[in-house]
């Protein structure tokens, strides 16, 4: 074993040392969220980029580590009303959605109701919705959220890739036209199979 091969071993083991002594001072559900967010910042490509625009922006000129920690500092503490920002959803069905990914990944809140997104929304500090229920069901009928069990609902892939394409609009409805033609080909298939 090399000594260069060695460094890289003892660096390793010190950092995942640094981050278990870090981790110890919180409670279960704290360091789930913690780790699902470093998780989501270094592995979930689309999740990243909205980060790093700010931290680019403001690091002009420094090195590639300096630009990664100040990015990250951004995400860890991204706040419902920052991410909806960021995000910038215009209808009452684009909110459910980027709400929904927002308790998802942030809050380690995959299955929610209607009340969940409403007081998501408030802490948001965004326009109280007219009829909540309503655009919940509206965002189910567009396929971005599907049932969780016992009322409650959840993402689907389908509207995780959607509000990941966020804010570039024109991707977000590339990926629900898309959505839209696969379901169209299954139906016209199960109808075909159903004459026969």
């Not at 040392?17 to 592995?43: C, Q």
């Not at 910038?88 to 209607?114: G, I, M, S, W």
């Not at 007219?130 to 049932?147: C, D, H, M, Q």
């Not at 991707?171 to 199979?193: G, H, M, P, Q």
Request: with cysteine; proline share 3%.
């Amino acid at each position: 074993m090399s000594a260069e091969t060695q460094v890289d071993e003892r660096t390793v083991h010190a950092a995942v040392n640094d981050v278990i002594g870090r981790l110890l001072d919180f409670d279960d559900d704290t360091r789930r969220r913690i780790l699902r967010t470093v998780e989501t910042f270094l592995f979930d490509t689309h999740a990243a980029s909205a980060f790093r625009p700010i931290a680019q922006s403001t690091a002009e000129g420094l090195g590639a580590q300096s630009v990664r920690t100040t990015s990250f500092a951004d995400s860890a503490e991204l706040s419902p009303k920052d991410f909806l920002f960021r995000k910038q959803p215009q209808t009452d069905v684009e909110r459910v959605a980027c709400l929904a990914y927002y308790l998802a990944r942030y809050r380690d809140t995959p299955h929610f109701k209607n009340v969940d997104i409403s007081l998501l929304n408030t802490e948001a500090a965004q326009v109280k919705f007219s009829n909540a229920a309503y655009a919940v069901i509206n965002a189910t009928n567009a396929g971005l959220l599907v049932p969780a069990g016992e009322g409650a609902k959840q993402l689907s892939a389908q509207g995780e890739r959607y509000v990941e394409a966020f804010p570039d609009r024109a991707a977000a409805k590339e990926i629900l036209a898309s959505a839209r033609t696969r379901r169209a080909r299954k139906a016209s298939k199960n109808s075909k199979e159903s004459e026969k």
